[in-house]
């Protein structure tokens, strides 16, 4: 399966390009997932990608066929699309919905087989769905209905399977498996495609992204795309990505910190707006001394509330915090960054340090100055 975006650009009638010249290739076992503000196009991109809504100009090619020239039976054959779960749902069962999905085999008026049916339940059951498969369709819940969308979208063997943000309506258990699966599916050669609001699943999972940045698309290896610049430039957002390890295997991790202020334009010309910025950057690394990481590893959990609570005094020059729990002996650890005048990250070190049952070390940056003369 190979699918190609060849400079594709859309517009609603009567509304300005939503995205123009957009290129990209999807082949088998890559997992592409799209992320971008509320309203960016994600949906409509999707949309757009399956013929859809029509391109302005441009073309979506699936295994060398121009996709609006393939009939609708040749097209949903070889891709499944999951839409947002809005409620609107049948009476039929859910078992029923999985064999739907796989009309192209069985035929519209046919009686599906014994190994059909058996095919259908082992689908509900890797999606942990089995217990539901003789409930109503209108009688599930919104994530059911999601997870029930997804059964019916694997029935038919896809090459390509393309989801309008699947996890969206999950609780955590459900978002992994549906995650594994997704990851299963492109092992298996499966190209994988979703809109996602979840940067860290972009992060853990697909090995390219594509991001819509106020009309800007950028598209490459995800690890390039997801990054905290892009992050702050596309949703306005400040975030750190992290790495957090575990006994198993290390996660990476997207946290959310704060909104970054839009400048109104009224405060004067740019010119002098930006020598503003200058002087005001200047005067934050002149005040901002040292750069430190300080370790600690409590062994009662019970005093993490008070570390907390100083750590809250230090807020203005804590830029970092990642802590977790340590099982296997009982421990937590956490680690936090600081930029700050020295004074006050030794001030900070010397309140943890005198907490019982607390182990703390502090590690400041390599002074580049001394370095240099050195050399
Ligand atoms: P997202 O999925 O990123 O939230 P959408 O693709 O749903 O974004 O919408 C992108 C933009 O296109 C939004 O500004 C939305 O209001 C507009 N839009 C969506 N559907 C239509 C439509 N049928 N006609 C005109 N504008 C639309």
Redesign the pocket.
């Given at each position: 399966m190979k699918l190609l975006i060849d400079h594709a650009s859309f517009h609603?009638k009567n509304?300005k390009d939503?995205f123009t010249d957009v290129s990209f290739t999807i082949q088998s076992g890559d997992m592409v997932s799209i992320l971008?503000p509320?309203?960016?196009?994600?949906?409509?991109l999707l949309r757009a990608i399956l013929g859809i809504l029509p391109w302005a100009c441009g073309r979506s090619i699936l295994d060398d066929e121009n996709i609006s020239d393939l009939s609708a039976a040749k097209l949903w054959s070889k891709i499944s699309y999951v839409p947002q779960a809005h409620g609107t749902a049948g009476s039929y069962t859910v078992l029923d919905s999985v064999l739907f999905g796989m009309t192209t085999k069985i035929g519209v008026f046919s009686v599906p087989s014994k190994e059909q049916i058996e095919y259908a339940c082992s689908i509900l059951e890797d999606l942990h769905l089995l217990h539901l498969r003789d409930r109503r369709c209108s009688e599930l819940s919104g994530g059911e209905l999601q997870m029930t969308l997804i059964a019916r979208a694997l029935a038919s063997d896809p090459g390509l399977l393309v989801l309008d943000e699947p996890e969206s309506n999950l609780d955590f258990k459900n978002q992994i498996i549906v995650l594994d699966t997704l990851s299963r599916l492109c092992q298996k050669g499966v190209g994988v495609l979703f809109?996602t609001h979840y940067p860290e699943h972009a992060l853990r999972r697909s090995n390219l992204s594509l991001l819509l940045d106020h009309g800007r698309v950028l598209y490459g290896p995800t690890a390039e795309i997801i990054t905290e610049e892009n992050i702050a430039s596309a949703f306005g957002v400040k975030a750190i990505i992290g790495e957090v390890e575990t006994n198993t295997s290390q996660i990476k991790n997207v946290i959310p910190i704060s909104l970054i202020a839009k400048s109104t334009g009224s405060e004067g010309s740019s010119s002098e707006s930006s020598e503003k910025n200058e002087q005001e950057h200047t005067a934050l690394s002149a005040n901002s001394g040292m750069l430190a990481s300080i370790s600690i590893i409590l062994s009662n959990f019970e005093e993490s509330e008070k570390v907390n609570g100083i750590l809250h005094d230090f807020n203005d020059i804590l830029f970092g915090r990642m802590g977790m729990p340590y099982r296997k002996r009982n421990l937590y650890l956490i680690n936090i960054n600081l930029d700050g005048p020295v004074r006050r990250i030794e001030e900070l070190y010397h309140r943890l340090s005198l907490l019982p049952d607390v182990s703390v070390k502090v590690t400041y940056e390599k002074d580049t100055t001394e370095w240099e003369e050195q050399k």
């Open positions: 609603y509304q939503l971008g509320n309203g960016s196009g994600k949906t409509t809109n």
